[in-house]
């Protein structure tokens, strides 16, 4: 059995002085499309910004390839392609889109096939394409959400970490958006989705962790004949 | 028509005047608001930037220091300020970035640190006045009225070397990944920018910036441990009126900042302008927080 | 509250006290005047930096304008000494009132800059009325305070050394007050949380002005004294090297605590004296001095920190708020 994509092995760190997350354990290998749910400010977040180097963790480890990467410098961590969309992102509002997404190719790696990628980009997002010339901070959420996912593919992913990527969007964007995440995840890149809905979480997922007070509490895989209500249950149970 | 004569006749010296001023303020603020957009933090060291590039200018440049002339002296100014800028950084600025209150923190060693070079100065220069070599000797007549073509220098150099950092901001990558930073921390550092690196280069043009502005004050005023005091309080003035946030909010009000210096000065005199200055400021401070075209 | 801590301020205060009666060096006597001066001025630029967290810089500016009122008083206008004390209170308290007004909803970097734009303003116009304040010379040979014929030069400045001791007494026992007072605790309040201070009724901005003025009112007494030691007042009162100055005692000792300004006033005049003969190489070790404690002591001297100072912090430690 090869080594995991990427592993989190019981990892435990926090802000300031309060701890977040208590002995984590999560795994992107053998399912290429994962999933984490789970109630507001339980960790998942904080879980996504310690795998890209944001937080520095306080024990445990984790794993890139086999090569630890717990409290590496998050630049080092993007010119490996492991590459974090967070959460409600503005980026960079007093950019323009085509600017953002050029930044999206910063790092060597995606550099030199910018061009390429952002003709990509485009196809996958037509709506940018229209608005290449707008600051940032002039578009709607969705196509703000759109700028986000785009910048992070033009980073050249080898893995794509996404925060809630269809938080506060309309039901109609919410859609759109979650095509393209499956498209993104058909081109052969590994996810990780942190997703509130249920039914997205299932379409974009092969297989989820339920977190809870910074634990690992359920794991289940996406095609379990559970049927969402029970899960529901599980869910909204905890609280 | 005598008034009309009179206007006339003192809007040539005031309108020089009010450019070579405008033009000094625009670079020194410029700098201020850089790193004040970039890394969140104001700087008070910036007019010690200003003199410590006459400093350097003169030690390299004047017979009675290396005498190696006005070129070396300029540039080699210009490479120490960046120095200093880079230095400045690491040791005052990057070991408090954590905290919650880092912008008074910022403020007491950036005072700190403008205490200390200013002693330096003082140390290593003594007190006694000295002056730069004009860059152009000589003088050209401009809208009637004569002005050395030092001056009239300053006034073609300031908006071109604005204009170049404009177009290193927009155009390149390191420019692009110094507004990105500023911007929004987070999403730099997740796209792959060493923003470590991007607080050092933004301090290291700050700080040339401030020491090209030295240099060419120098030679038109005298070089003395505190010269950089006010020139640091007029930018002050400059950045919050154009609003901290904007960068040609910066540059529209270091033009008006020195023309409005320029009428005052003319009319009702140099000590009563600044504290007429110093008044505005505050006004301006309650009145539109944000300034002109604030955006923060 | 451990019991040797109880003694050791009214024992340093009967040391302070009984000082000139066993010493007779002038200059060791100037040295702790100067501090005791310092050490009053300070311990209430805490009541803005420190208990209300303003960023403050204008507090100098009221101490130079109480020490120009008193010099102006007496030397201008020619009317005794003990009258330009209460113009040099007045005018400071209404400099406190004056700074605040515009600062009143502002925040953070704002209050830095409009309060140091503010002193500046004084500077600039002090500078500027040559006839009334000296311009740039300011004021000299202001004669020595007397109290019914007996002038507080003899004896080696004994009358001035008195004075400056009862007036930091004062000042401490009054910042010490103030804190333990209500008013005190919404200050404390509206710094630590201030939507949630709003939400139970403080007063943002009448407290905001109240602390500026509470602030504002012995630096102007301690300016007038310390014109009427040095017997001059000048521009340079002004300037950056006093606020660094003043700063570097508040972080030093520990912004925030009571006996901080004490006991950095206390080290900063002892080092700044001890080098002396260094010239301005003296200012680059204070200006290292700050950066210093603001990145390995935060707490300064009395707050948490090296073992030495882990002594000081069982008698002072706890900040002003915990004192009483």
Not at chain 1, 153 to 172: F, H, R, V, Y
Not at chain 3, 167 to 174: F, G, H, I
């Amino acid at each position: 059995m090869t080594a995991p994509l990427l592993e989190v092995r019981a990892l435990s760190t926090g802000y300031g002085r309060t701890p977040v997350l208590h002995q984590i354990s999560i795994e992107l290998g053998q399912h290429r499309r994962i999933g984490l749910i789970g109630p507001n400010g339980h960790g998942k977040t904080t879980l996504l910004r310690a795998i890209s180097g944001l937080i520095a963790p306080w024990s445990g480890d984790i794993f890139l390839e086999g090569i630890s990467i717990a409290g590496a410098d998050p630049a080092k961590i993007v010119a490996a392609g492991l590459i974090h969309v967070a959460q409600a992102n503005a980026l960079f509002p007093h950019m323009t889109v085509a600017e953002n997404l050029r930044l999206g190719a910063y790092n060597k790696r995606a550099r030199a096939k910018s061009g390429e990628t952002l003709d990509q980009v485009y196809a996958l997002f037509p709506k940018l394409r229209e608005r290449r010339r707008q600051d940032c901070r002039t578009l709607s959420g969705g196509e703000r959400q759109m700028v986000s996912i785009g910048a992070a593919l033009m980073a050249q992913p080898q893995i794509l970490m996404l925060d809630e990527p269809t938080l506060g969007l309309s039901p109609k964007l919410k859609t759109e958006l979650c095509s393209a995440i499956e498209r993104i995840s058909e081109s052969g890149v590994p996810t990780i989705v942190v997703e509130q809905d249920i039914n997205f979480m299932l379409r974009l997922t092969d297989y989820f962790y339920l977190i809870h007070q910074g634990q690992v509490t359920a794991e289940f895989r996406a095609d379990q004949s559970l049927d969402n209500q029970k899960i529901m249950d599980m869910y909204l149970g905890l609280d | 028509m005598a008034w009309i004569d009179a206007i006339l006749a003192a809007a040539q010296p005031i309108l020089v005047s009010g450019i070579v001023l405008a033009s000094l303020y625009a670079l020194m603020a410029t700098g201020l608001a850089l790193v004040w957009n970039t890394l969140g933090i104001f700087n008070f060291s910036h007019g010690i930037f200003m003199t410590l590039g006459a400093f350097v200018a003169w030690q390299f440049a004047d017979a009675r220091g290396y005498g190696l002339g006005l070129s070396v002296g300029i540039a080699v100014s210009v490479a120490a300020l960046a120095g200093l800028g880079v230095l400045f950084n690491r040791v005052l600025i990057a070991p408090f970035l954590g905290r919650k209150d880092i912008v008074l923190v910022a403020v007491m060693t950036t005072l700190a640190g403008a205490f200390f070079l200013e002693n330096s100065a003082l140390l290593t220069w003594g007190p006694r006045i000295k002056q730069l070599e004009r860059i152009l000797p000589g003088n050209i007549k401009l809208m009637g009225s004569a002005i050395s073509l030092h001056e009239f220098l300053i006034i073609i150099l300031a908006p071109l070397v604005l204009l170049a950092l404009w177009a290193f901001l927009k155009w390149t990558r390191p420019g692009s990944a110094i507004r990105a930073v500023g911007q929004n921390r987070d999403s730099a550092l997740l796209l792959g920018i060493r923003v470590n690196a991007i607080y050092a280069l933004t301090f290291a043009i700050s700080a040339a910036l401030a020491g090209g502005a030295g240099v060419l004050l120098g030679a038109i005023r005298f070089i003395t441990p505190t010269m950089g005091t006010e020139p640091l309080l007029k930018a002050f003035i400059v950045v919050i009126l154009g609003g901290l946030g904007s960068f040609g909010g910066t540059i529209v009000s270091a033009y008006l900042v020195g023309f409005m210096e320029a009428i005052s000065t003319y009319f009702f005199g140099a000590y009563w302008t600044q504290a007429v200055m110093f008044g505005l400021f505050i006004v301006i401070l309650v009145v539109l927080p944000r300034g002109l075209m604030g955006r923060d | 509250m451990a019991q040797p801590e109880r003694f050791i301020w009214p024992l340093v205060l009967v040391c302070l006290a009984a000082l000139p009666l066993v010493n007779a060096d002038s200059y060791l006597r100037h040295v702790v005047i100067v501090c005791l001066l310092y050490a009053s001025l300070v311990s209430s630029w805490n009541l803005t930096l420190g208990v209300a967290g303003l960023f403050n810089f204008g507090h100098m500016a009221f101490f130079a304008i109480g020490a120009y009122a008193a010099a102006i008083t007496t030397q201008t206008f020619g009317l005794s000494p003990w009258i330009g004390f209460p113009i040099a209170v007045a005018s400071s308290l209404v400099a406190s009132v004056v700074i605040c007004l515009p600062v009143l909803r502002l925040k953070g970097i704002y209050v830095v800059l409009v309060t140091f734009a503010f002193g500046q303003l004084c500077y600039q116009v002090v500078l500027n009325q040559r006839d009334i304040t000296g311009g740039t010379f300011g004021i000299v040979s202001i004669p020595p305070l007397e109290l019914f014929g007996y002038s507080f030069a003899e004896n080696l400045n004994l009358g001035y050394y008195y004075a400056a001791l009862i007036l930091l007494v004062l000042s401490t026992a009054y910042v010490k007050r103030l804190i333990a007072s209500e008013f005190g605790r919404s200050v404390i309040a509206l710094r630590d949380n201030e939507t949630y201070a709003v939400s139970r009724g403080v007063a943002a901005a009448r407290n905001r002005l109240l602390i500026f003025a509470a602030s504002g009112l012995f630096p102007g007494a301690v300016g007038a004294l310390y014109a009427f030691y040095v017997r001059s007042a000048s521009p340079d009162l002004f300037g950056f090297s006093l606020i660094t100055l003043g700063l570097s005692m508040l972080l030093v000792g520990g912004i925030g605590t009571l006996w901080g300004p004490l006991i950095g006033a206390a080290v900063l005049t002892v080092v700044s004296e001890l080098m002396a003969d260094l010239g301005p190489a003296r200012y680059l070790v204070i200006a290292v001095m700050i950066v210093a404690v603001l990145r390995f002591f935060p707490g300064g001297l009395a707050g948490a920190g090296l073992p030495l100072a882990r002594l000081f912090r069982r008698v002072t430690g706890k900040p002003l708020e915990q004192e009483t």
